[in-house]
């Protein structure tokens, strides 16, 4: 097997790290800056004795080099500097996705994308049209991040093992994600049992605004263990064929009354990508909560689509 990561910055060096000491995939990393990816790969090679696998590790600046990849992940983009308006932030990231989609049509042709870079579900649209891949093969990441915070916050209050905790956040991923109470759980037990209705709004709340906590947090960058720890189970779940229940940012045609765009729902994941959409009994108040979500993505879109 052979993972190409795109970006070999915190984000897509850490999940290098995860993937070849859990022995699942050999990787390439790729980075525009001359000799970054290339000194990453060394560092990592050199661990092999001391972490105990064989994978293969390497780093380039040349897109020759992730030929043939099975899954090749995209972590590549700007942040947001100073003084830079989102709009600007999108339309360069939008850019930089159309070449690496270029690059991966170029070498590999039947590869899975996975997309990191946000804005996620705008971003994972804009990979889907440019590379004309059936919609099976362009997965956004975002859900599963999104799930495992919500699992945190959820397993702190409680006080009980994060392995006990089941939770689901489907949505953008971004201010109009949707942390969905009525089918997370305890141990089986419906969540909304444990908690009250007001306790269980502030959970989802700082569970929307985590990311920009660690943001504001950390001063300078954003977070990178989770999200390398997000990516790593979706690429594993595909590489192992594992049939997984995942949120997941993914075409939607119909389904849920959404069309034309690119949103997390649950889905499941095996060695084809997506092997189905799952469709869940949304109640009327959910139902319009993704409605509004959508509506978000798909606006932004329209004023990408205007830029040009």
């Known amino acids: 097997m052979k993972v190409s990561i795109i970006g070999a910055g915190n984000v897509g060096g850490t999940l290098a790290q995860r993937i ?9 990393l790729v980075d525009i800056a001359q000799g970054f990816a290339q000194g990453k790969a060394y560092d990592l090679a050199d661990s092999r004795s001391l972490t105990a696998h064989e994978r293969r590790i390497s780093g380039s600046t040349e897109y020759w080099e992730t030929a043939g990849s099975d899954i090749v992940v995209i972590t590549a983009g700007l942040a947001r500097q100073p003084g830079m308006t989102r709009e600007e932030l999108l339309k360069k990231n939008t850019e930089t996705i159309r070449q690496v989609v270029k690059e991966v049509i170029r070498y590999s042709p039947q590869a899975i994308i996975l997309m990191v870079t ?3 579900d705008i971003l994972t649209y804009v990979a889907l049209k440019s590379s004309g ?6 997965i956004g990441m975002g859900g599963v991040l999104d799930s495992a915070r919500f699992v945190t916050l959820l397993a702190e209050e409680l006080n009980v093992s994060y392995s006990c905790v089941q939770a689901l956040v489907i949505g953008a991923h971004g201010d109009t994600m949707i942390p969905l109470t009525r089918y997370s759980t305890v141990s089986g037990i419906n969540i909304t049992e444990l908690l009250s209705g007001e ?16 943001v504001s947090l950390l001063g300078k960058g954003s977070a990178y263990y989770a999200p390398s720890a997000a990516a790593f189970k979706m690429v594993k779940a595909i590489l192992k064929d594992e049939r997984r229940i995942v949120s997941a940012s993914v075409l939607c045609e119909g389904e849920y009354g959404l069309d034309d765009v690119c949103i997390g729902v649950p889905v499941r994941l095996g060695k084809n990508g997506v092997e189905e959409i799952i469709s869940l009994q949304l109640s009327k108040e959910e139902k319009e909560q993704l409605s509004a979500s959508a509506v978000s993505i798909k606006s932004t879109l329209s004023s990408l689509i205007l830029a040009h």
Do not use: C, M
């Open 20 to 28: 070849v000491e859990a022995d699942l995939s050999d990787v390439v």
């Open 118 to 120: 946000n804005p996620l």
């Open 133 to 138: 891949f059936p919609k099976h093969r362009i």
């Open 199 to 214: 306790k269980l709004a502030g959970i989802s709340q700082r569970t929307v605004k985590r990311g920009a906590e660690i």
